[in-house]
């Protein structure tokens, strides 16, 4: 099948009568060199239907040229900059600048690596694809996130779990797929917005998967690894806790056990032999009845230890998931709350684990929804690696049928202020490492890519994948400003698309949590599959889930002073806005209390009047995205023209039902009308 490029389309493009694109010169001919010369040879000849020939040295010449190198190279320090101390400060960085030489010009693009030239040749394909100007290039580039990862929820019958976009494009019936091209191209996307990490099978290991670290599947991880690392991207894997057990031989996994320590190092070695720059595991452990240390009466930092001791001698990581909490609760009692359970298990080991492992923690203490605050176990283990886990497959946030670009989610969770070290602790600033000076840290999502055709499903969902990359490279980037990179590489420079998808993007998180559940309460969705409005699905259940609606009111009292004690896990500043009604920003009053229906938000409106009115205006607004790209009818080629209005107007009527569940199940709590007489049924 055609797949489609994404932003990678290097559309013809008549900006530019340059000289330059008709020779490369690259200085070196490594594997990582090799596919950024590829990648420049493929783009410039797409674009301007030229083929440039490559010269492997620089030897003198008068010509205009592009010119690939690492900040070692003398030729930079001659022409252009002293790299010396710019290359020591960042772990991974590049430079661009435009030099002319006789009045011709040379275009000259170098990384701390190769992988950061690699790096620095997307960036220029990005301007080129921009239309910018690149006569006075300088730029210094660098990401202060050392790790920025994608995992996969693939499995090895080919399903994906929470996948949206067809199946998976690395398994398929128990086994690799044999689509290798499609697996680069890839790698191609990744590598172009910086992603350095991936982990290609679901953090549930099942009983294939539990073999993907044995010589059966080895051979095979290390083609997949060998296509990803000459992107510059490390494989990783996620494993089964009780892998010594289940293929091992052993009776147990206990991580303290001389011979369970003695399995795990000896695969560590396998796994070595294999891929000699292996990333390292992740791991769910005690989680959503997943094997791990606590099976033995060991502690997580005991657990997640054996194997970074085992990976340590081959410089591999353990990425140790922090989504731990009790799922067989009782819902009877009120007093418990899964929402303070990563902190409870976690914030005490602060100090113990060793300095190969990094934990992952959710955006959120529940899971991905819509609205939540952001994890208080940011900033607050000082001693321990720690890295932020979103989600880029639209799970709670639409399953990429309706519109929701996350960017503006994210962003604010990285903007958040821990007041770790008082004001100006922004989450942003302990997952880089900057704060605490962390060895490894940075950022990771929940992949939403699929074998379909234009791998996201929803064609707008590109932007999600596109966007989190940027952001991992670079979190001061603005949503507006990723949202208009993606548009103009993906659907070119025409203002009324840029204006229209532009503003589709940027108001549709917002359009999607006013026909949701209000108020940062969360869950009201069907169980199991997570799609669609159901206000009590999750109410009396096991998982923690839940929003207390009575006749009175609505909202977790997660406060210090009657409820569970929540907010106290915030440092004060937070914690005190939270405990309060006077300073719990609205958007977030029904995940911190619970309130009366007449309850008066700030906004002015009471909380039954608030429901109504967003549910309504989000259906409005769910019409609004479709008429705005109707009008593009003309602009965008049909196919996906067809597909992403096929997406807006499912959108449309799903909307419908979830405005209408809400609003139906609150009047009939609350017996209050709408006080514009709006239709709710009875
Ligand atoms: C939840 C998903 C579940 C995942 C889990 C996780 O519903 O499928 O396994 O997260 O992150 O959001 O482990």
Not at 182 to 207: E, M, P, T
Not at 416 to 433: A, L, P, R
Not at 538 to 550: F, M, N, V
């Amino acid at each position: 099948i055609q797949y489609e490029p994404c932003w990678l389309r290097y559309e013809k493009n008549d900006q530019y009568k340059e000289p330059c694109f008709e020779t490369i010169i690259a200085k070196e001919l490594s594997p990582i060199f090799c596919v950024a010369l590829e990648e420049l040879k493929f783009a410039i000849t797409s674009m301007f239907g030229i083929e440039p020939s490559v010269i492997s040295i620089s030897k003198p010449m008068e010509r205009s040229f592009i010119w690939i190198g690492t900040l070692d190279d003398k030729e930079l320090k001659d022409v252009l900059l002293d790299s010396e101390k710019f290359r020591s400060m960042y772990s991974d960085a590049y430079i661009i600048r435009s030099h002319i030489h006789n009045g011709k010009l040379r275009i000259y693009i170098a990384g701390k690596t190769s992988a950061n030239t690699l790096y620095g040749v997307f960036h220029f394909l990005r301007l080129l694809q921009m239309k910018e100007d690149i006569h006075h290039l300088s730029i210094v580039e660098h990401s202060n996130n050392s790790l920025r990862m994608i995992n996969h929820w693939d499995n090895m019958d080919g399903g994906i779990e929470r996948g949206y976009a067809g199946k998976s494009i690395f398994f398929d019936n128990g086994q690799f797929t044999k689509n290798r091209r499609r697996i680069k191209d890839y790698a191609r996307l990744l590598a172009s917005v910086g992603i350095n990490a991936v982990s290609i099978n679901n953090v549930n290991v099942h009983q294939l998967e539990t073999k993907l670290i044995t010589e059966e599947f080895l051979p095979e991880v290390e083609e997949v690894a060998g296509i990803f690392r000459t992107y510059g991207i490390k494989t990783f894997l996620s494993i089964n806790y009780a892998s010594p057990v289940e293929i091992g031989g052993l009776s147990t996994a206990d991580p303290l056990d001389p011979q369970v320590r003695r399995w795990w190092k000896e695969t560590a070695k396998r796994i070595y032999q294999y891929i000699p720059d292996f990333g390292g595991f992740v791991v769910k452990a005690d989680s959503e009845f997943r094997p791990g240390p606590f099976t033995y009466g060991r502690d997580h930092a005991e657990g997640a230890n054996m194997l970074a001791e085992a990976l340590a001698p081959f410089g591999g990581l353990v990425i140790w998931r922090c989504f731990v909490y009790n799922c067989q609760q009782d819902w009877r009692d009120r007093r418990t709350d899964r929402a303070k359970a990563a902190y409870d298990h976690f914030k005490p080991l602060d100090g113990r684990f060793r300095e190969n492992v990094v934990l992952q923690i959710k955006n959120g203490p529940m899971d991905f929804q819509v609205r939540e605050p952001v994890s208080p176990l940011f900033g607050a283990m000082p001693k321990t690696n720690q890295m932020m886990e979103v989600q880029i497959t639209q799970e709670y946030t639409g399953q990429q049928k309706h519109l929701c670009f996350l960017i503006p989610q994210w962003k604010e969770a990285l903007e958040f202020d821990t007041y770790v070290n008082g004001k100006g602790s922004e989450v942003k600033k302990v997952i880089d490492g900057s704060l605490f000076g962390y060895r490894y840290s940075g950022i990771v999502g929940v992949s939403n890519i699929g074998n379909d055709s234009n791998w996201t499903g929803h064609t707008l969902a590109q932007a999600n994948l596109y966007g989190f990359g940027r952001l991992a490279w670079n979190p001061d980037l603005s949503a507006e400003e990723i949202a208009n990179e993606w548009i103009v590489q993906t659907f070119g420079d025409d203002p009324q698309v840029i204006e229209a998808v532009s503003w589709m993007l940027l108001a549709s998180w917002r359009i999607y949590e006013n026909y949701t559940s209000p108020l940062g309460v969360g869950w009201m969705v069907n169980p199991g599959h997570h799609y669609g409005p159901n206000v009590d699905g999750y109410e009396y259940s096991h998982w923690g889930t839940y929003h207390y609606a009575d006749r009175d009111g609505i909202g977790v009292d997660r406060t210090v002073a009657t409820g569970t004690g929540y907010t106290a896990q915030y440092f004060p500043e937070n914690a005190a806005m939270y405990e309060s009604l006077d300073t719990c920003p609205d958007e977030l009053l029904l995940f911190f209390h619970y309130v009366s229906y007449t309850h008066r938000l700030h906004s002015g409106e009471t909380v039954i009047q608030h429901i109504y009115n967003t549910h309504f205006e989000g259906v409005e607004q769910a019409k609004q995205l479709r008429k705005r790209w109707e009008q593009l009818k003309g602009k965008i080629d049909e196919k996906r023209y067809h597909d992403v209005l096929e997406r807006l107007t499912i959108q449309v009527e799903h909307a419908k039902e979830w405005r209408d569940v809400i609003n139906t199940y609150f009047y009939r709590k609350s017996g209050i009308d709408d006080q514009y007489g709006r239709k709710i049924y009875r």
